[in-house]
Nanobody
Framework: QVQLVESGGGLVQAGGSLRLSCTAS????????MGWFRQAPGKEREGVSC????????LNADSVKGRFTISRDNAKATLYLQMNNLKPEDTAMYYC???????????????????WGQGTQVTVSS
């Protein structure tokens, strides 16, 4: 059974940092492109950052460029999202997602992914 389990969310003040993790099981992790997505109440799910199966290619949404860094450790089957200089508008439920393939067309499009975690809440206070 495939599972993606996120952790690392929490409450932080504006300007602070958090590191999210997503541990995968039940799949050959390095066969999958991965992404982080977020959804705030009343808003559509949006792509935050994504990474190729080998980890050499990444893409960030404009809203997080220079602040968020995605990475992966294929030996540990774990995906990370380092979030620095957090802003109140970053408040959302954060999800990791996986799709088999090295890299995806339009990889920040959440409809490209078929495996999802349950999410971890990030709340940034002003």
């Amino acid at each position: 059974q495939v599972q993606l389990v996120e952790s690392g969310g929490g409450l932080v003040q504006a300007g602070g940092s958090l590191r999210l993790s997503c541990t995968a099981s039940g799949l050959t992790f390095d066969d999958y492109a991965m992404g982080w997505f977020r959804q705030a109440p009343g808003k559509e799910r949006e792509g935050v950052s994504c990474i190729s199966a080998g980890g050499g290619t990444t893409l960030n949404a404009d809203s997080v460029k220079g602040r968020f860094t995605i990475s992966r450790d294929n030996a540990k089957a774990t995906l990370y999202l380092q979030m620095n200089n957090l802003k109140p508008e970053d408040t959302a439920m954060y999800y990791c997602a996986a799709q088999r393939g090295f890299w995806l067309p339009t990889p920040l499009d959440y409809t490209r992914y078929n495996l999802w975690g349950q999410g971890t809440q990030v709340t940034v206070s002003s």
